[in-house]
């Protein structure tokens, strides 16, 4: 008998899934505020009192909009403690308001046009992952919004699995802790968090796509914001005199590499360069990017190509001028999991463990794990089924999460046996 078939599953992933999804908890990069929007302590609360009702007393959402929990061990062993980890706010890129989530019930193929705006559609040939979902049930919005399944489904899935262990003491494991984080969206989910009391040794986040895929590297990231002076003049009056602020923050982009260095011309291991806004008058303008690559020359060549772009460009702006403001945003996990390799051997022998193939891979962005790992606590990121997230195509599939909750279970099992 093989250990997977040993444990008899069962869930309720789907019904916290669809619970979650329909409160708001968009984040929203202008706010100084943590949690950036008050909205998701409202998903907090839910979560803290939901893991107070499974028996954890220690359960509670903190000023800042976290949640800690911790499942105690079942095991007299000396096991390392592990955490597991999501986070709770959405994409500011797409509304999360008014979620109204929809089930394709045993999907058999094709694409799903979405029933409240049929432009919607999500087709087979952008979601190639549907090819291995027929007879799966598939959780879509209808087609107003995201649905939110990045990352309440990884919520979800971990709070499945802790009512699962709950439930089910004879399971040998060491001490869990569970995290749930704001404002990861907007690359600040662990500026507050308190890593003293969550006491955690490793640990993993539940945010991945494909079911049975483990990331271990990220991209490096920073964010770049130029600042431009140009020359204010009377319009009726400004030949030969005026440099407008707004035309050199467009000229600068123009200049940008159009086939390569971009997100839209990029894959595999490429980085980017990537404008995000540009604000400002006539004087004054402010252009932001975002630079990524998974390797540290590779950041500083495209920050090198960046201002050489800028030096070119201010060449025929003789009386403006331009400054860049380069700040690390996260670094690739990469080179902190790989001195833990055991973590990742473990994560890829519980997916096994489910049935599933384990595929190890890299991620083109990054998680909470990503600065967790360079702040003492190495966090791969495990699948949570999510798919086509921050837009109104995004999807996920019913057993896709169960496998996912069922890989956190084989996770603690396994910490436990290899102490």
């Known amino acids: 008998m093989t250990v997977t078939s040993a444990i008899s599953f069962t869930h309720d992933v789907l019904a916290r899934f ?13 706010s100084p505020t943590c949690p950036s929007t008050a909205k ?14 499974l028996g954890l007393s220690d359960a509670h959402l903190d000023e800042h ?5 911790t499942i105690p061990a079942t095991s007299d062993k000396p096991v390392p403690v592990i955490c597991f980890c999501s986070h709770m706010d959405t994409s500011p890129d797409c509304s999360g308001a008014n979620v109204k989530p929809q089930i394709v019930r045993n999907y058999q193929g094709g694409d799903i ?17 549907l090819e291995d979902q027929i007879g799966n049930d598939i959780v879509t919005t209808d087609g107003t919004t995201l649905l939110g399944a ?8 971990i709070m499945d699995a802790a009512r699962f262990l709950i439930a089910n003491p004879q399971i040998k494991h060491g001490t869990i802790k569970i995290l749930f984080t704001p404002d990861e969206e907007i690359g600040r989910g662990v500026d ?18 494909t079911a049975g895929h483990i990331e271990d590297e990220t991209f490096s990231a920073d964010a770049a914001v130029i600042s431009i002076t140009g020359v204010a003049a009377h319009p009726g009056f400004a030949k030969g005199k005026m440099e407008h602020a707004i035309k050199i923050a467009a000229a600068i982009v123009e200049r940008l590499p159009k086939d390569t260095c971009s997100p839209e011309t990029t894959d595999g291991k490429q980085g980017f360069l990537h404008p995000t806004g540009i604000t400002g008058a006539l004087e004054q303008a402010t252009l932001s990017l975002i630079v990524r690559d998974f390797t540290e020359d590779g950041l ?13 460009v201010l060449a025929a702006y003789p009386h403006s001028s ?3 403001a380069i700040t690390q945003q996260y670094r690739n996990m990469k080179q902190v999991i790989d001195q833990h390799p055991h973590g990742v051997d473990y994560a890829i022998e519980a997916i096994r463990r489910t049935g599933l193939t384990p595929v190890r891979g890299s991620i083109r962005g990054g998680t909470d794990g990503s600065r967790l790992s360079f702040m003492g606590l190495p966090c791969p990121n495990i699948f949570a089924g999510e798919h086509a997230f921050h837009g109104r195509t995004e999807w996920v599939s019913v057993q896709d999460m169960e496998k996912a909750a069922e890989t956190i279970v084989h996770l603690a099992m396994i910490w436990e046996e290899r102490a």
């Open 40 to 53: 998701q302590k409202d998903l907090g609360a839910v979560l803290a009192r939901e893991l107070q009702e």
């Open 322 to 324: 331009a400054s860049i």
């Open 65 to 69: 909009g976290y949640v800690y929990a």
């Open 18 to 30: 669809l619970r979650y999804v329909v409160i708001d908890t968009q984040s929203d990069p202008e």
């Open 192 to 209: 507050k968090v308190d890593l003293k009391k969550l006491g955690a040794d490793f640990a993993y986040t539940m945010d991945g796509e």
């Open 300 to 312: 500083k060549q495209k920050e090198a190509l960046l201002q050489s772009i800028v030096d070119d």
């Open 113 to 129: 046009v979405l029933p409240a705006d049929k432009t919607q559609i999500i087709r087979v040939k952008d979601n190639p992952a």
């Open 150 to 157: 990045d990352n309440k489904a990884g919520l979800a899935e």
